[in-house]
């Protein structure tokens, strides 16, 4: 090799390598500005009233340092139960959610039939309209079937919302599958049931831990639903929760933003349990050079 294609070679490494390294210091610091929040609300959730409004940014010290707002939590109100609600919804809705889901992407990307593409568009169309544009019209019905100030009010509006996006993504995934492997399932006498739940939901899980993370935030964190279909003492949600150390003209800080520490203890254990699974589902398909 001639010392022209040698330095060549050498440049070319060396910009893929910049080129790397410049991919990497966005990530991290994107990473650093989505995780600074969480870290303060965490901090700050274990100080005095003075300590969170003189030193927001300092670790607590001897004179800041207070576990009183997760006593507060804890002890007043019924905060565990607004917890218990919102693991509730949450996990129902999900379950919901990647079941008829996953059955509805099955249908439409191995059989063939008139409305199909029709089905399709339906789907588009339920991510392009935000459901909260219908909160009148969903008040309405829950009214006249007697759900307001149940959960299962909310389990049917969350598991509306996020149908169309979990159809989509799933689709388009389960068209990549091979058609082989469920032939050879059909020629061996397995029932259509036995081959969607033994032989494609098995290699659509990475994708499925993708769509149940994307779920789950909006779900967890919602208060506009919670506010308007389930505000009763007993349906209350954990974010609506939070609202009952927030006055007037007090808010009670140590308080709110312990609650809002436990609350974000769900997300971070499934996106732990599920971290594989996700970054799989998200490079699920792309295209390799």
Known sequence: MSTVDTTRARRGRMG??????GVHAVLLGYTLIAIFPVLIVVMNSFKNRRGIFTEPLALPGPETFSAEGYATVLTEGNFLLYYGNSLI???VSLFLILLLGAMAAHALSEYRFKLNALLSIYMI????????LGTVAILQ???DL???NTLISLILVYTAQGLPIAVFILTEFMRTLSRDIKDCARVDGLSEYRIFFEVVVPLIRPVLATVAVFSMIPIWNDLWFPLILASSDATKTVTLGVQQFIGQYTVNWSAVLAS?????????????????????GITAGAVKG
């Open 89 to 91: 919804v949450t996990v």
């Open 260 to 280: 809002l520490s436990i609350a974000i203890l769900p997300v971070l254990v499934l996106y732990a349990i599920f971290s594989r699974q996700l970054i799989s």
């Open 146 to 148: 007697n759900l307001v």
């Open 141 to 143: 019905l829950m009214v």
């Open 16 to 21: 893929r390598i910049g080129t790397a390294a």
């Open 125 to 132: 169309l339920g991510i392009m309209v935000p459901i909260r």
